[in-house]
């Protein structure tokens, strides 16, 4: 199973940039669909950015297009999100998390989703 750990939350005001890591080991499989999840409180967690590994291809929540990018540095073994204008609406825990390639749903069902990390706090003030 992949360990995910994340990292680069924090506090900002609005219209600010942060950039959130997730650094993964025990790969087992070619290819992974790999992203972000966030959970503000008293609401469900939802998908933010989701890519799938082998093809590089990305999927994004209409609430974040334009303003948040995923990539990944495959030799760091590491995913990325940066978050540009940065709205308070933002604010919840953001999650990592991964998939095996194989597994043929939803991009943004995170109960597709096998392995997670532990989550990093983003806080964004008006």
């Known amino acids: 199973q992949v360990q995910l750990v994340e990292s680069g939350g924090g506090s900002v005001q609005a219209g600010g940039s942060l950039r959130l890591s997730c650094a993964a080991s025990g790969y087992t499989y070619s290819s992974y669909y790999m992203g972000w999840f966030r959970q503000a409180p008293g609401k469900e967690r939802e998908g933010v950015a989701v890519v799938y590994t082998r093809t590089g291809t990305t999927w994004y929540a209409d609430s974040v297009k334009g303003r948040f990018t995923i990539s990944q540095d495959n030799a760091k073994n590491t995913l990325y999100l940066q978050m540009n204008s940065l709205k308070p609406e933002d604010t919840a825990m953001y999650y990592c998390?991964?998939?095996?390639?194989?597994?043929?749903?939803?991009?943004?069902?995170?109960?597709?989703?096998?392995?997670w990390g532990q989550g990093t706090q983003v806080t964004v003030s008006s």
């Open positions: 998390a991964s998939r095996p390639g194989s597994v043929w749903r939803e991009w943004r069902d995170p109960t597709s989703y096998s392995s």
